[in-house]
């Protein structure tokens, strides 16, 4: 493994090539910037669309007993304090008497000097992370609101509309994606720790008796999609979460920790939440939001098992695992190894010369008929050859489709056929255009 160093500068060279390549910019960059915000560029946005895909026809589409749904950001401020985050949504925060700069505690070895100037820490305070706003033209406590910190309290509060609605048997889930906020007291690590961040969260009801066989499937099925998107799951360790660290609402969690370049950190979280959150909106509504099992003829709360998963921070364990240098043709390169299931660019198009309008228009008629069937499809003729597919490895494009004079029928033999370049090794095959769909489509993930 890399030490400490190589992989803090392969990190910031990785922040380089996303923000120059349009994967990831700086939050309002020309302002300044804002700090924990960031902002997806066009291969970004496709990257990120593409695992949002891949993990909704997983588990909405594919699945009989998923519910999907798109709940409003900001909630009515009673369901935050019935669900216990307006009291306990916090963090433990301590100021230095001397700069003023402020730290999570729990981040620091030292919890009596400031880590910047050295100057004494005050006393540990509880910050709570909510953002809050005003609703309406007035300013006074009544129009006080909040920007949801997880997605989850947007499919509890529907609950009951879903179950009105399909008359779903328990278990069945309901499943979200869409912004959280949190005011972290500080954002670190590019889009690791953000303030505006996004999750991909199941709220799955099950009778209270059949919790754990529930826990077990679902710790399976997060298995599943790791590997639907090509994590390396030698990087990803379960760790049971103790007690102490548990949030207010779980009876047990397990995280699924990443090995990020800057250490072992939370990738995603699988909770038992028991009844706690239609328990406490029920109380703090008025509404019961209890199910009525017609076989049993037993009424009960369910108990939810809740797998939830970033979306940024999937992005980024992809991303630092894709970063690869090595030696091609006697030259050193950097190239992103990410699997063609996610890969911004599926395949690109190349004319071998840009000023031979034959080459133009096959390509082009091979680069629509590409564009057709995968869409994330690439057409480029500028520079040569070598530089096209440098700047197609730099973005993890699996293959690179070149249109010569054979393809024309310059050698009989080789007519309607096109060179394929493969990323991860550079090898070239002779592929039969009408071949090229199946190809492409089926070749085993690069
Ligand atoms: N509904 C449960 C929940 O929100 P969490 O462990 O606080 O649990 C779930 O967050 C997931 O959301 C985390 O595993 C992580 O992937 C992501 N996440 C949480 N806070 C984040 C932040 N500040 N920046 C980026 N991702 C974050």
Redesign the pocket.
């Given at each position: 493994m890399a030490h400490t160093s190589d992989r803090s500068r392969d990190m910031e060279e990785l922040i380089a090539l996303l923000k120059r390549r349009g994967f990831i910019y700086q939050g309002s960059e020309i302002y300044g910037g804002l700090a924990g915000t960031w902002d997806y560029g066009p291969l970004g946005v496709t990257l990120k669309k593409r695992v949002e895909g891949i993990w909704w026809k997983m588990f909405v589409d594919d699945r009989e007993d998923m519910y999907g749904m798109d709940a409003a950001i900001i909630m009515n401020p009673r369901a935050w304090e019935a669900s216990g985050h307006v009291g306990g949504f916090s963090d433990p925060l301590v100021e230095c008497t001397k700069c003023k700069r402020r730290f999570r505690a729990d981040h620091l070895a030292d919890k009596t000097k400031c880590p910047e100037c050295g100057g004494a820490l005050g006393s540990e305070r509880q910050f709570n992370m909510m953002f809050k706003t005003q609703i309406g033209a007035m300013e006074d406590a009544g129009s006080v609101a909040y920007l949801r910190?997880?997605?989850?309290g947007g499919m509890f509060v529907n609950f009951k509309n879903v179950v009105d609605s399909f008359h779903p048997k328990i278990p069945f889930g309901l499943g979200q994606i869409g912004k959280?906020f949190?005011n972290?007291i500080a954002?670190r690590d590019f889009?690791?720790?953000?303030?505006e961040?996004e999750?991909m969260?199941i709220e799955y009801f099950v009778h209270p008796s059949r919790w754990e066989e529930s826990f077990e499937a679902w710790r399976k099925a997060m298995w599943e999609f790791m590997r639907a998107i090509g994590l390396d799951e030698a990087r990803v360790h379960e760790l049971e979460v103790g007690d102490q660290d548990r949030?207010h609402y779980s009876q047990r969690t397990i995280?699924f920790e990443f090995d990020y370049p800057f250490g072992r950190k939370?990738?995603?979280?699988l909770?038992y939440r028991t009844d706690f959150d239609l328990s406490a909106h029920s109380k703090g509504s008025g509404v019961e939001l209890s199910y009525f099992d017609e076989a049993t003829k037993e009424r009960y709360v369910p108990h939810v098992i809740?797998p939830?998963?970033?979306v940024?921070?999937t992005l980024l364990a992809l991303l630092t695992q894709a970063y690869t240098k090595d030696q091609l043709g006697g030259e050193e390169r950097i190239y992103l190894r990410l699997s063609s299931a996610i890969a911004p660019i599926r395949v690109a198009v190349f004319p071998l010369l840009k000023n031979k309008p034959e080459l133009v228009a096959k390509a082009r008629e091979v680069y629509m008929a590409l564009r057709t069937h995968f869409g994330n499809v690439a057409f480029d003729d500028n520079g040569n050859i070598g530089k096209r597919y440098r700047r197609q490895d730099e973005i993890g494009t699996p293959w690179c489709v070149t249109i010569d004079f054979d393809t024309l029928g310059e050698n009989p033999k080789e007519k309607d056929t096109v060179t394929v370049r493969h990323r991860d090794t550079g090898a070239q095959e002779r592929v039969a255009i009408v071949d090229l769909v199946r190809y492409v489509g089926e070749t085993p993930r690069a």
């Open positions: 910190p997880e997605t989850a959280a949190r972290e954002p889009i690791f720790r953000v303030r961040l999750q969260e949030a995280d939370e990738l995603y979280g909770a809740e939830s998963f970033g940024g921070r």
